[in-house]
């Protein structure tokens, strides 16, 4: 008896440590994550590494256009931990103040044009002639809706600083008036188009050319998107999409690629949602992830609402 009562005693001790140091039960249940079809290959990764550490939480990953993963919130009023979008102001401007509180920026992407050795005349696209081969009548070029996804109005920019820079007038018009049969809901929606042969070049990020071990053509930064020291020349180009009721339209301005992720304020999951967070920013495990599929970090940047950003959370980003 004397020994029982010393190894309860020693439990109770062991808890009371726990308890003092402020720790947490770990999280359980199911974790739902609405995301930009862009990090649909990273996501799948860190989820699986995360449930390996967390066995007792499910990760649910739906993949969609950011504008269309926004639109399930507001639109249909879906349930939702967290949504991770291509574009932060896809947060900024349809889930905050009414469905969340802040947005953390944390990765970069940029502009390219993708395809494959059986693309028509991909022997011969440079970064000096691909508008006259994507304006050529016997190629076909795949872009996604500016109305879903983020990728498709950083389609219309990339063009319409691509008619700047190369002295081209009309460029704009001659190439999104050119095959629109194959505008899709998403990006990661025209690979399989490309795989086909459906199509011969693809406007996507180049990680998902990274992912999808494609060939891609880099665009100069000063249309790609993709460098912050040409934010000023990116700003001088915008895109009109449609907004969230019926007749009303967003203009959505260049700026350099910025993706941002926040955690809804009813999130049915907060703690495990919390935790996924800092499993996905911490610089050695789901940055680095991320990384390696060619999304590099900006962490720690300028957050919204940062006074309410978890407390755990702040050190992956900074006050306006």
């Known amino acids: 008896m004397h020994r029982i009562l010393i190894f309860i005693g020693i439990l109770s001790s062991f808890f009371t440590a726990l308890t003092s140091?402020?720790?947490?039960?770990?999280?359980?249940?199911?974790?739902?994550?609405f995301h930009?079809?862009?990090?649909?290959?990273?996501?799948?990764?860190?989820?699986?590494?995360?449930?390996?550490?967390?066995?007792?939480?499910n990760v649910q990953l739906?993949?969609?256009?950011s504008i269309a993963s926004a639109r399930k919130i507001t639109d249909l009023h879906r349930a939702c931990d967290i949504l991770a979008s291509a574009d932060y102001t896809v947060i900024d401007n349809m889930l905050?103040?009414?469905?969340?509180?802040?947005?953390?920026?944390?990765?970069?992407?940029?502009?390219?044009?993708?395809?494959?050795?059986?693309?028509?005349?991909?022997?011969?696209?440079s970064a000096v002639n691909w508008t006259d081969i994507l304006l050529d009548p016997s190629v076909r070029f795949g872009r996604s809706d500016p109305n879903s996804d983020p990728c498709g109005y950083r389609t219309i920019m990339t063009v319409q600083l691509a008619e700047k820079y190369y002295h081209r007038p009309g460029l704009e018009q001659g190439l999104m008036m050119k095959d629109q049969r194959y505008i899709r809901p998403k990006e990661v929606d025209l690979i399989a188009l490309l795989?086909?042969?459906?199509?011969?070049?693809?406007?996507?990020?180049?990680?998902?050319?990274?992912?999808?071990?494609?060939?891609?053509?880099?665009?100069p930064d000063e249309i790609n998107l993709g460098n912050p020291k040409?934010?000023?020349?990116?700003?001088?180009?915008?895109?009109a999409i449609n907004g969230g009721k019926p007749g009303k339209k967003i203009?959505?301005?260049?700026?350099?690629?910025?993706?941002?992720?926040?955690?809804?304020?009813?999130?049915?999951?907060?703690?495990?949602?919390?935790?996924?967070?800092?499993y996905l920013l911490d610089s050695g495990k789901g940055m680095k992830i991320l990384s390696n599929n060619g999304q590099p970090s900006v962490i720690p940047m300028r957050t919204p609402g940062y006074d309410?950003?978890?407390?755990?959370?702040t050190s992956f980003c900074k006050s306006e």
């Open 195 to 219: 795989e086909s042969q459906t199509i011969d070049y693809i406007f996507i990020y180049k990680s998902i050319a990274r992912q999808h071990g494609l060939n891609y053509l880099s665009l």
């Open 62 to 65: 739906e993949s969609a256009g």
């Open 230 to 239: 040409f934010d000023s020349l990116y700003a001088t180009v915008s895109v």
């Open 308 to 313: 309410n950003v978890p407390e755990s959370l």
């Open 96 to 125: 905050i103040p009414s469905y969340a509180d802040w947005d953390i920026r944390f990765v970069s992407n940029e502009m390219a044009i993708v395809f494959n050795e059986k693309s028509t005349k991909a022997d011969q696209i």
């Open 251 to 278: 203009v959505v301005r260049g700026e350099s690629m910025t993706y941002g992720i926040t955690i809804l304020r009813d999130a049915p999951n907060r703690e495990a949602a919390i935790s996924f967070l800092e």
């Open 36 to 57: 930009a079809g862009s990090l649909s290959v990273p996501f799948k990764e860190i989820a699986q590494a995360f449930m390996k550490e967390y066995s007792a939480v």
């Open 21 to 33: 140091r402020g720790q947490q039960p770990l999280p359980e249940g199911d974790l739902i994550i």
